[in-house]
């Protein structure tokens, strides 16, 4: 049956098995390599220095698609002073399939320079030690994907019999592999500098010669820094651009974004997409959820993961909901889908940041589901498809567009009392509320003051009670983040939300006085207020709330 459907709606079978061909690496470093010395000294003195603190029979480098692992770690093999120092080097393309059996042939074969027959893994293991036996090896294992502390296991007690200062170099996106592979270092691969990456484009889309027209390089940074120092992504550009006048053509090319680009010439999508396509499909969800926010911006990592939550891509194990939320933020953050991760004063993670280009893989893969609204022009880009919409501070939105998301399950924005209830009664299934009516949103804890007369403050004279009306009729919401200095009463009908789990008031900071009728709010877990909130006392109802933790 499926067979014949495949053929009736002409369905192809594709797979990566041509990006990963096309990616396949050798030992061979390109011929124009800028910004890299100082991280390849640093790695040399690690290999070769045996009686460091921090030696490691594994040595990891870390990163971002894209980020130059490969080519750093090429430049070390080719190096000198390695070849010199270690008596066998050999050099494994490893990508997604961690096959031990695979590895070890492979190492055999570059080591006796004859093609092996496929032999059994104990014939393998003892001919492999047989050759490396008291002598010092680097074994480079290029883009590897394996997080299973079994094989990392096995592998390393078929290599253990080398001679002393022998060393395995792993490139790898996730810290997880690194974690496992070796727990004492892990290395991270740096950003190139503006500097590096403009003299990077010299080389590769000018032939290096440097321009005399001090437009041209003013032109070049404003494309460079969308590339934010990724070498992938600076060469991908360099490529587009070699056959366009610098002079007239590249300011066209400045308004455009990786994404705009189309994946055939789009090498550094191409690549950061393997990264997602590795992902289980829940932490596909969590992750282009994030889309919603807007790029460089600090998040919060608790209402993020109970925002995931909210939207049920968290299931509840025996841990709790939250712990497993924590624990796949984690998981993404390993991959190098998170970044600048920062924690408080007891070790606990707060905040962090999504790479830019990791956002626009975000943006790339959500185009119609997702939508972050910044201006005007993008509000025909709302659809019945639409499920996640944030509409961005300073954009005016007309309630008729809003008839074709009627399906959302987030909505988050920045309007007035006025204009956010004739919206909301056109969503019947949201689970995520953010109406804000400050400069704030979900990612920044405390607000910027307005100005009296933003168009963002109008309409407060009035009672919010018919804007809560409306919100106590969203039966399936579970997260409400309500910002709104000049609200002193939180209104009785959202006692009517018995499905919530997050009420979030922290930025309500005249607030005098809750719902008589809080004890209906069965589920609430977390109660958010601001700490210089002016309540007098808390309704008899509150002891009520059995699931309450915050």
Same mark, same amino acid.
């Given at each position: ?6 053929? %009736? ?159 395995? !170099? ?42 005399? %027209? ?111 939320? !924590? ?20 070790? %606990? ?91 704030? !949103? ?64 922290? !930025? ?43």
């Amino acid at each position: 049956m499926i067979s014949i459907d495949k053929v %009736n709606f002409k369905l192809e079978v594709r797979t990566e098995q041509a990006l990963v061909s096309c990616r396949e690496t050798d030992s061979c470093p390109p011929i124009v390599v800028i910004g890299r010395e100082v991280d390849k000294r640093r790695i040399i003195q690690l290999l070769l220095n045996s009686n460091s603190e921090d030696s490691s029979f594994v040595v990891p480098i870390v990163g971002i698609g894209g980020l130059g692992k490969t080519t750093l770690t090429q430049l070390v093999y080719c190096d000198d002073q390695v070849k010199a120092h270690f008596e066998i080097r050999v050099w494994v393309y490893v990508s997604q399939k961690f096959d031990i059996k695979g590895i070890l042939g492979m190492i055999l074969q570059s080591i006796s320079r004859e093609s092996q027959p496929d032999l059994a893994l104990d014939v393998l293991k003892d001919k492999i030690q047989e050759e490396i036996c008291g002598r010092r090896f680097l074994f480079v294992l290029d883009d590897v994907w394996e997080e299973n502390v079994e094989s990392w296991e096995a592998l390393g007690k078929y290599l253990k019999v080398g001679g002393s200062g022998s060393r395995v !170099l792993v490139t790898t996106r996730s810290k997880e592999v690194a974690e496992i592979s070796s727990r004492i270092l892990k290395l991270g691969t740096r950003s190139l500098s503006l500097d590096e990456s403009w003299s990077l484009m010299v080389e590769k889309a000018l032939h290096g010669k440097v321009p005399q %027209n001090p437009n041209v390089e003013r032109t070049g940074k404003e494309i460079l820094r969308k590339c934010c120092g990724v070498p992938l992504a600076v060469s991908t550009i360099a490529g587009l651009l070699r056959s366009k006048d610098p002079e007239t053509e590249w300011s066209l090319f400045s308004e455009n974004d990786l994404t705009s680009i189309s994946e055939e010439k789009n090498l550094t999508m191409s690549t950061l997409r393997l990264s997602f396509n590795h992902l289980p499909s829940h932490l596909k969800r969590c992750f282009t959820y994030c889309k919603l926010f807007p790029k460089g911006c600090k998040l919060y990592v608790q209402p993020l993961v109970q925002l995931w939550i909210a939207q049920g891509y968290i299931k509840s194990g025996d841990e709790g909901s939250e712990e497993m939320g !924590l624990h796949c933020f984690k998981m993404l953050w390993w991959r190098s889908f998170f970044q600048e991760v920062k924690m408080d004063k007891l070790g %606990n993670i707060e905040t962090c940041k999504i790479h830019d280009l990791v956002h626009d893989l975000a943006s790339s893969l959500t185009r119609a589901k997702i939508l972050k609204i910044s201006d005007s022009s993008a509000l025909k880009n709302i659809s019945s498809k639409t499920r996640h919409l944030a509409v961005m501070q300073g954009t005016r939105v007309g309630a008729g567009y809003m008839r074709e998301a009627s399906k959302s399950r987030t909505f988050m924005c920045h309007m007035p009392i006025e204009e956010s209830r004739k919206i909301i009664r056109y969503f019947r299934f949201l689970r995520v509320l953010v109406i804000s009516l400050e400069r704030d !949103l979900l990612y920044w804890r405390s607000p910027l003051k307005l100005e009296e007369d933003s168009w963002l403050l109008r309409g407060h004279n009035r009672q919010d009670s018919e804007l809560f009306d409306c919100i106590g009729e969203l039966k399936h919401l579970r997260f409400l983040r309500f910002s709104c200095q000049q609200m002193t009463k939180l209104p009785d009908s959202v006692t009517n939300l018995l499905t919530m789990q997050v009420l979030d008031l922290s !930025l309500c900071s005249h607030l005098t006085e809750l719902p008589r009728d809080i004890r209906k709010l069965v589920n609430l877990k977390h109660l958010y207020l601001d700490p210089s909130v002016k309540l007098t006392h808390m309704p008899k109802g509150i002891g009520e709330l059995a699931s309450l933790q915050t």
